[in-house]
């Protein structure tokens, strides 16, 4: 991707967001400076990935499934803004593999645990995928919360300029798995992920995790 137009498509982004929403970013600051990092959210709207992708401000990279590279102008767009495909419901081993690089070369790797938009707004059942990568390099993990971008729907809505927050938890590591099964593991590390994006959401958008035991770190 040539560089200029990605600052161009970054400049062109911003303004977007700055001009249609009122665009909120809270605790930015527990972004490490440096390292790989794994950042996990909520998926609201197609908006989401563009709008992560202009509050970091470090070098980026995003699994998006497959299907949005079918369109050659927008699978461009997505490979500008550091998105890679992945195959959905199965174990794609070449996304797994980039994945791991990018973690590697020290670059943040953002993953939506639900892989796909929920369209009620409330968190619904994760897949592994981001919990296997995590446990397979041992990155540090930031949880992200996204609120409003499931109103950016059609045109009218800019009319309304809606409240759009993201909102970034603490880092943190998935305990160690002593030697237990791959399954069970996955299972509970992906419990662990997205019980701490719900911990950064309004009660309304927690879904299914609504009820589960919060984490460790609400309770300090």
Not at 121 to 136: D, E, Q, T
């Amino acid at each position: 991707m040539i560089r200029w137009y990605y600052y161009i498509a970054r400049l062109a982004v911003i303004l977007f967001f700055k001009v249609f929403t009122r665009w909120q970013v809270v605790d930015r600051e527990n972004i490490p400076a440096q390292g790989g990092l794994l950042l996990v959210s909520n998926h609201l709207s197609n908006a989401d990935p563009p709008l992560l992708s202009v509050t970091l401000k470090r070098d980026t990279l995003f699994m998006a499934k497959k299907e949005l590279f079918r369109n050659p102008i927008l699978g461009y767009i997505l490979y500008g803004f550091g998105a890679f495909p992945v195959h959905r419901g199965q174990l794609d081993r070449k996304a797994l593999r980039h994945a791991e690089q990018a973690l590697s070369d020290k670059k943040i790797l953002v993953i939506f645990p639900e892989a796909s938009r929920s369209k009620e707004a409330r968190l619904k059942k994760a897949f592994p995928g981001s919990a296997m990568i995590a446990v397979r390099t041992n990155a540090p993990i930031v949880p992200v919360a996204i609120t409003g971008t499931e109103k950016v729907v059609g045109l009218k809505w800019m009319l309304r300029r809606p409240g759009i927050q993201v909102r970034f938890g603490k880092p943190f590591n998935l305990p160690p798995t002593n030697g237990r099964k791959t399954r069970d593991v996955l299972d509970e590390s992906t419990s662990i992920v997205m019980r701490r994006i719900a911990d950064l959401l309004p009660a309304e958008y927690r879904g299914i995790y609504s009820d589960q035991e919060r984490s460790d770190e609400s309770q300090d």
